[in-house]
């Protein structure tokens, strides 16, 4: 079996980065489709001579500026913490709307994680046999939210009271 490996590298135009994935982006991307969102974020992602140079990813992270949120966003975004505390049951609109946000919540990370995901995937791919150094970045962002990646539903939440030292 052949390896296809270009030798020497084929010289290429720098990747032109992107803003820095944030939540609020991350949220407004859900939000324009909400279940076949095909965002792409790009996470580190700098020509292969700067990929080396520590300032110039600092510099990077600090000119990009977060996704402003969009109306249709902030029309459906929820107006409640996605949280059970303080939530009359009796209410029956406010407890749909904790309902609510706290599935939006769980959603938005669902989707934080596929995201990611998939850069790691294209990352695994573009670099090949260095994908282990090269991706580490990835790999362990993509563990921080793998915890977080299923949609666990608001029932348990409801029905007991889960206290903060407890979540973490």
């Excluded at 296809?4 to 991307?29: C, D, G, K």
């Excluded at 913490?81 to 919540?105: H, S």
Aim: hydrophobic share 40%; glycine share 2%.
């Amino acid at each position: 079996m052949r390896c296809h490996v270009h030798w020497p590298p084929i010289a290429a135009e720098p990747i032109q980065s992107s803003p820095a994935p944030t939540l609020a982006r991350i949220r407004t991307t859900a939000d324009a489709n909400y279940r076949t969102s095909t965002a792409w974020i790009a996470l580190y992602r700098v020509s292969p001579i700067d990929r080396r140079d520590s300032s110039a990813r600092a510099h990077l992270a600090a000119a990009a500026m977060p996704t402003p949120e969009s109306e249709l966003f902030l029309a459906k975004k929820p107006k409640v913490a996605p949280t059970f505390d303080g939530v009359d049951y009796e209410d029956n609109k406010a407890l749909k709307a904790a309902q609510d946000a706290i599935i939006r919540e769980q959603w938005v990370r669902s989707m934080m994680a596929r995201l990611v995901r998939e850069e790691m995937g294209k990352c695994y791919r573009r670099e090949g046999v260095n994908h282990l150094e090269k991706c580490g970045h990835l790999r362990e962002r993509y563990f921080e939210l793998l915890k977080d990646a299923k949609v666990k539903g608001y029932l348990f939440a409801q029905q007991n009271y889960v206290d903060e030292a407890l979540k973490r």
